[in-house]
């Protein structure tokens, strides 16, 4: 009788076990849902002939996701013409593939206002519009990078990129 009464005590505890874990596996919620993992990117600066640029060759990172345009990553720099007239400089910025080219934004700034903002994939060929530093100028220039709050998760999770900027200039008159 013993046996049977330990027997049925073993078998209760058991199925007790069984129903908790099944409760809490049930119950088990993570709040907000699953999100997507997040864009990483990395912005590199390039060296340029005619211009001096503080940091070069810098890798700033940083992951991203949708947001209000108020979060992202912001590579500043400083950058000197190293010549003896005045240049013309416009912008580039390109990734080695156009897995992002539509979904991340751009927003360039030089001179204190803004020169451009769009698309990664727009700035493959330039800013449209320079601005002009005289001989031996310097200037304060930021590319500021995000992902709009209504991009497409499937445009941009778990998404890997290395951004070069570059800088073109011509010689004015």
Do not use: C, Y
């Not at 596996?25 to 990483?40: E, I, S």
């Not at 590579?75 to 979904?103: C, F, H, K, Q, Y």
């Not at 100028?137 to 991009?151: G, K, L, Q, R």
């Amino acid at each position: 009788m013993q046996a049977a009464t330990h027997l049925r005590v073993e078998w209760t505890a058991l199925l007790l076990g069984v129903a908790l874990a099944g409760l809490a596996v049930a119950g088990w919620q993570v709040d907000g849902g699953p999100t997507a993992p997040p864009a990483h990117v990395s912005l590199v600066t390039s060296p340029s002939e005619t211009l001096a640029v503080t940091p070069t060759g810098k890798e700033l990172e940083g992951t991203l996701r949708a947001s209000d345009g108020s979060q992202g990553l912001a590579s500043p720099m400083t950058v000197r013409n190293a010549t003896g007239g005045a240049v013309a400089v416009r912008i580039t910025a390109e990734a080695d593939s156009a897995a992002l080219d539509e979904t991340l934004l751009v927003r360039v700034s030089a001179k204190g206002q803004s020169v451009w903002e769009g698309p990664l994939g727009e700035l493959r060929d330039g800013t449209p519009e320079a601005f002009v530093l005289q001989s031996h100028e310097a200037t304060d220039v930021t590319v500021f990078t995000w992902i709009p709050e209504n991009a497409d998760e499937a445009d941009w999770h778990a998404r890997a990129e290395t951004v070069r900027v570059s800088f073109l200039t011509e010689g004015t008159a």
